[in-house]
């Protein structure tokens, strides 16, 4: 069974980081590629990046361009994303969703507050 | 960047009523659309990849259509666990999605 658990989430006060992680399992996690989509409260989704399978091609949404980092590290079967310089305008649930051009399987969210 | 717009934004139906959600992209992504159905306190759904290919356990009343630039959702028969709001994407290879703003579907 395909399983995506997401971790990291919490309040923190803006300008502020925080780092997400995503254990993935029941796949073979080096063989695909992984994103980043986030949905701020009553909101609709938004992908904020993706990774390829060796880590050699990132893209981002413009928003987040400079102050996010995705990364991977295939033998822990893990994605991560670290958030820098973080805005009110962050505030959201954070998936990672497994990457085929769209999400087959998502994490259940981690939800990041961004709040003094 | 390609932009995703779905309409309406909010749909009232009834349970049995034949439900259409459209899906407009900016420009072409040939078949390169994926629906969602979402439920508050959820993640996500796939319903529908490569703008008609049903997901697997998805049930048959869902059905994708549309090429280019416009494309569909419909509902066939309307059932009481299909109320939930549904997102178009955009995946034109491997390059960052794009998702529209999404339809809610309330019951009537």
Known sequence: EVQLVESGGGLVQPGGSLRLSCVASGFTFSSYWMSWVRQAPGKGLEWVANIKQDGSEIYYVDSVKGRFTISRDNAKNSLYLQMNSLRAEDTAVYYCARDSGYGRYWGQGALVTVSS | ?108
Not at chain 2, 48 to 68: C, D, Q
Not at chain 2, 85 to 105: D, E, L
């Open chain 2, 1 to 108: 960047d390609i932009q995703m717009t779905q309409s309406p934004s909010t749909l009232s139906a009834s349970v049995g009523d034949r439900v259409t959600i459209s899906c407009r992209a900016s420009q072409n992504i040939s078949t390169w659309l994926a629906w969602y159905q979402q439920k508050p306190g959820q993640a996500p759904k796939l319903l529908i990849y490569k703008a008609s290919s049903l997901e697997s356990g998805v049930p048959s009343r869902f059905s994708g259509s549309g090429s280019g630039t416009e494309f569909t959702l419909t509902i066939s028969s309307l059932q009481p666990d299909d109320f939930a709001t549904y997102y178009c994407q955009q995946n034109n290879g491997y390059s960052p999605w794009t998702f529209g703003q999404g339809t809610k579907v309330e019951i009537k």
